[in-house]
């Protein structure tokens, strides 16, 4: 099997060695490997250069934001990618791996005895997303919570100070498939769209629409310590599509895998069962 390897160094936690590390794994295993550092700010061109010499699998050791542009640039018949846990969050390894686990069990089950699936995606006009599309002002608390997570206190206040994300006079209206309601009738301040695993079916679609203020702080800081759907006031449903409009008719504020787009009002995110491959430590 031909094998290459995307690693991120600027991920949350892969090591500062991780290409020694990860090579000393594969000669382990008896497998040879291409590696490419993806150490610049365009992550893109050397990805697609990856692809340009036909692998069969691709490990990509990254956080979410890495492994879902991978997936992308792949395409649903491209190679499949072997995720290793290397951000923050790692939401979509946990995905494909059936939970956490540390990046040396999933690439030798993965390598060993591992499984070829198809990955679901979320799709917003010409984008893709893999892990959640998030939309409102609790957009704004993605860099906070990274720079928390790092123990950069100093810069999430600043971020914080800088953002918007109380204002409480711009709550979208939504309307997920099969709902009866109009939707007029749906307000939401802030909402998540998670994509979840293959055999979810649908989108965990999770918003919150607080009556006051307070509500609102309560519940954007509870989604900037922890999983944005255990913050106070979130209700989730489950949708395979959902649309979102701005009242006024503004442009959407998104974040697509945490990269920010603007999108138009009256966007309409849909699920598809197939839109990459990929290979699950999880075997049968």
Not at 148 to 154: A, E, K, N, W
Not at 192 to 203: H, K, P, T, W
Request: proline share 6%.
């Amino acid at each position: 099997m031909k094998l290459a390897a995307l690693v991120n160094p600027r991920s949350g936690s892969v090591p500062a060695d991780a290409e020694d590390q990860l090579r000393t794994v594969l000669e382990e295993l008896g497998e040879a490997c291409e590696f490419t550092l993806l150490d610049k700010d365009d992550i893109c061109e050397p990805i697609d250069a990856c692809f340009d010499t036909s692998p069969d699998a691709v490990i990509v050791w990254s956080g979410d934001g890495t492994v879902a542009c991978a997936l992308e640039r792949a395409g649903e018949a491209g190679p499949p990618i072997l995720p290793l846990p290397g951000g923050t969050m790692n939401l979509f390894h946990k995905q494909i791996h059936g939970g956490p686990c540390e990046w040396q069990e999933c690439l030798r089950d993965g390598l060993t005895k591992g499984r070829m699936i198809d990955v679901p995606a979320g799709c917003a006009d010409d984008h893709r997303f893999y892990v959640a599309a998030m939309a409102g002002n609790l957009t704004d608390l993605t860099g906070p919570r990274e720079a928390l997570r790092s123990g950069r206190v100093l810069e999430a206040i600043e971020k914080l100070s800088g953002s918007d994300f109380l204002d409480f006079t711009n709550a979208m209206s939504f309307h997920a498939d099969g709902m009866d309601t109009p939707p007029e009738g749906n307000a939401a301040l802030a909402a998540a769209i998670f994509v979840g695993a293959q055999e979810d079916g649908n989108f965990e679609f999770a918003y919150i629409n607080p009556d006051n203020p307070i509500e609102l702080a309560a519940s954007g800081f509870g989604a900037l310590m922890s999983d944005w759907r255990e913050a106070t006031g979130v209700t989730t449903l489950r949708t395979s599509e959902v649309r979102l409009k701005h009242p006024k008719g503004y442009g959407l504020r998104v974040t697509l895998d945490g990269e920010p787009v603007r999108l138009k009002s009256g966007t309409s995110f849909r699920r598809i069962s197939k839109g990459g491959r990929a290979i699950s430590a999880v075997y049968e």
